[in-house]
């Protein structure tokens, strides 16, 4: 998420699909919409979920406090109300009467507690536990310095009231809480299932729209079934979905054409020849996909000089527009375009933080920076792997971005191919030397980009480290909090060096061209967060 956007992953996809992937016709009202994600699931834990395909799939199956609506705006789910004390530090949140889980079991305050100690202890492990920060104790808890989990600053005063109480204000907290590591979790059916909670179907219990049916933790095409117990049952409209996972861009293509499949991402080759097809579409996406530069692995990689000659050796412009057409733009940030409005200027974030000339093409410039930092290093010499998914997309960027960077004299790079969940271990293991990542946003806020880069935060796998753009983001979250253009400027200084000094490379602002069939109606995707919603969905 890491909210990681998954390019397309080249594996072999045969035509030969189940039935009611063929057909989709039922004796409903309404189709069955038959999807596509470009990666498998890889875990329905809301607590270990870091994938944009499983947020996607924890999204259609469960709901949190609020869900995201068509504009991407937070909308009471399980809440039917909330107040906030004038100092922004604590929230009441009243829950809907009668909520069930898909079994049929009460679904109360209690639920959000334990989901949300969960999440925290260390022992689960979530790497999205860090969005917790400034909730009471929550760094505390998840530091282990504070072991009683039942000091979280989260309790149920009621089945149906739920008390949050903040170490200082969060200005994102609201834009937070569609999240899957903010949902709530049934104390009784996580500890029965032990460690195979969110790994099948059978070991997930739902909150939300629909309910996962037939998923082996494994299997590429799994379907969904229209959740009987879901408070806003009526506003679902399909009572049968199946998600196929299709990796290769002309399988999908082939696939839509032949009227199997209702929508498939479009490769850049593809998009030319479809852009005036009525069923093409642009789905926004506030993504950037960058470079992280291992300075555990690679030590010469804590050398600012080194780190800004890998930037200024990428012709950004080639890249989006020979080898990504129609789904990227040359990114001079690492925080994306379609974010965020600075409340300094009124421009799109991203814009406002750019600063010129720190991420451009200047082979010549790169040559002199890399001889520099060398020198500095006392060496003449630097090979490096470059870690990528076996992917269509992957492989091409991967190419093109071995060619760019062999251009400096005195710099070797290899490429190491491996599968999409294999890539997202070895990153979170930091068991690489370079790696292309994405970052999709998880809410309207430039904190889900810049606070992932704070000294030791989990998301950090690069282990860049600055003083000053650390204490500037502990800033934006404390002393400027409820302060929106100081919060903002913080945030944008703290950009600005990280452009300067390279803490990540960026390389492009992503959206996903792609077909939908214009039957499907209803269809919500989002920029920031799950970028498929599927509960006002239908098929005609």
Do not use: C
Not at 217 to 242: E, F, I, P, W
Not at 290 to 315: C, G, H, Q, W
Not at 458 to 472: A, D, H, I, R, V
Not at 501 to 509: A, Q, T
């Amino acid at each position: 998420m890491k909210i990681i956007k998954p390019a397309l992953i080249a594996t072999g996809v045969s035509l030969a699909l189940p039935l009611a992937f063929q057909t989709g016709v039922h004796a409903d009202k309404y189709k069955t919409i038959n999807w596509t994600e470009t990666a498998p699931i890889s875990t329905m834990d809301p607590s270990k979920v870091t994938a944009a395909n499983d947020f996607d799939a924890l999204t259609a199956t469960n709901d949190g406090l609020f869900r995201a609506d068509k504009h991407n705006n937070p909308q009471l789910a399980l809440a039917e109300s909330y107040t906030k004390s004038k100092d922004g530090k604590k929230y009441i949140f009243k829950l809907r009467p009668n909520l069930k889980w898909s079994n049929g079991t009460p679904l109360t305050a209690h639920d959000f507690v334990y989901g949300w100690q969960r999440t925290n202890d260390p022992k689960t492990g979530s790497q999205y536990a860090y969005l917790y920060s400034g909730i009471k104790n929550a760094d505390a808890i998840q530091s282990g310095k504070e072991k009683d989990l039942s000091k979280l600053g989260v309790k149920a005063l009621d089945d149906r009231t739920l008390e949050v109480d903040l170490e200082r204000p969060l200005p994102q907290l609201i834009q937070m809480l569609p999240m899957a590591p903010f949902f709530p979790q049934n104390e009784a059916f996580v500890k029965k299932a032990g460690s195979n909670f969110g790994t099948q179907s059978k070991y997930i219990l739902s909150s939300g729209p629909y309910v996962q049916q037939d998923w082996n933790g494994s299997n590429d095409t799994v379907s969904y079934k229209k959740n009987q117990n879901y408070y806003d049952k009526r506003a679902v409209k399909t009572n049968h979905l199946v998600i196929k996972t299709i990796a290769d861009a002309n399988t999908g293509y082939n696939l839509y054409k032949s009227n199997t499949i209702d929508f498939t991402n479009l490769s850049p080759q593809q998009v030319t020849a479809s852009r005036h097809n009525k069923a093409y579409t642009t789905v926004p996406s506030a993504t950037t996909s960058y470079m992280e530069l291992n300075e555990k692995t690679v030590p010469e990689f804590k050398n600012t000089n080194i780190r800004r000659a890998i930037s200024y050796a990428i012709d950004r412009n080639v890249l989006t527009d020979k080898l990504l057409t129609g789904s990227a733009t040359p990114a001079t940030t690492f925080s994306s375009t379609h974010l965020v409005k600075d409340p300094n200027n009124g421009e799109d974030f991203s814009k406002s933080a750019t600063v010129k000339g720190a991420v451009d093409y200047d082979l010549p410039k790169a040559q002199k920076l890399f001889d520099e930092g060398m020198k500095q290093e006392g060496k003449k010499n630097l090979k490096v792997q470059l870690l990528i998914d076996d992917s269509d997309a992957g492989k091409r960027s991967a190419q093109f971005l071995q060619d760019q960077l062999q251009r400096i004299k005195g710099l070797d790079v290899s490429i190491k191919t491996v599968p999409y969940k294999q890539r997202l271990s070895l990153t979170q293991e930091k068991n690489f030397q370079m790696v292309i990542s994405l970052w999709g946003a998880d809410y309207a806020d430039p904190s889900t980009f810049l606070d992932l880069y704070k000294s030791g935060a989990p998301f950090n796998s690069g282990s860049w480290n600055n003083e000053k753009y650390t204490k500037l983001i502990d800033k934006a979250n404390n002393q400027d909090v409820n302060n929106p253009k100081k919060r903002f400027a913080d945030y944008k200084q703290a950009e600005q060096i990280m452009s300067k000094e390279m803490g990540v490379v960026p390389l492009y602002y992503r959206s996903q061209a792609a077909f939908m069939r214009p039957s499907v109606k209803g269809m919500v995707t989002h920029p920031a967060g799950a970028i498929y919603d599927f509960k006002w969905a239908y098929k005609e």
